[in-house]
């Protein structure tokens, strides 16, 4: 083979392997740009993710700060109302007390009578042989006038016999600061470990413990229903 085409042979050789390099580069690249399309599109859907992920949690966020916000201004509310209906009723009560302060007065001609049936239903309640009770000092000699009466009528209704003793030491006046006692008496065993207590404050307590529900209706009315917090 002559030189001429020895050359015609490695030109041809030279541009099939410049042929194949270009095609080479050019299906690199387009894989290259495949790829980095399909890593942008990726990126892109995980950027949405995130942001959406970022927005739920704010949202969440600021719903929580919502009702926690909303649920203190109605507790706040339901506080001032609770707060208001307690004034209420200590004043009811406090009204209540002043009629048994005058009720409790030693010059009222009916206490004597209320005494002694404080007196007996109390001996009733205990059904003890010896009592001491207990009263304000200014009720002392009302004590001492009815203690008879009382034993004896606790007789006739149990058949048995009571000793009734006036204790020494007095129930708060009726004008004291911290606890005030508005009369009535309160009986004890002569250990003192049990005691009954049915002076008018004791009554007034009960009282209004059984009648409460009923007052606050009278009050206020009825509840509303509870309304679910959304």
Request: charged letters at 30%.
């Amino acid at each position: 083979m002559d030189q001429q085409a020895v050359n015609k042979q490695i030109k041809q050789m030279v541009e099939f392997i410049k042929q194949e390099a270009n095609e080479k580069a050019h299906e690199i690249l387009i894989k290259a740009e495949e790829e980095f399309n399909i890593e942008k599109l990726r990126l892109v859907e995980q950027e949405k993710v995130k942001v959406k992920s970022e927005y739920e949690t704010k949202h969440k966020q600021i719903e929580i700060k919502r009702r926690i916000a909303f649920s203190n201004e109605v507790n706040a509310n339901r506080l001032k109302v609770l707060t208001s209906r307690d004034e209420v009723l200590t004043s009811v009560k406090a009204v209540v007390a002043n009629e048994l302060g005058k009720i409790g007065e030693p010059s009222n001609a009916a206490y004597k009578d209320l005494m002694l049936k404080l007196t007996v239903q109390g001996l009733y309640q205990m059904m003890e042989p010896a009592v001491v009770v207990r009263v304000r000092q200014s009720d002392s000699s009302i004590a001492n006038a009815i203690i008879k009466d009382a034993a004896a009528q606790y007789k006739s209704g149990t058949g048995k016999e009571v000793t009734i003793t006036v204790d020494k030491e007095y129930l708060p006046k009726k004008d004291d600061t911290v606890n005030p006692c508005y009369g009535g008496v309160k009986l004890f065993t002569p250990d003192f470990m049990t005691a009954i207590d049915n002076s008018l404050n004791g009554r007034l307590d009960v009282v209004l413990a059984q009648k409460l529900p009923d007052i606050k209706i009278a009050l206020f009315g009825r509840p509303a229903p509870r309304r679910h917090i959304d």
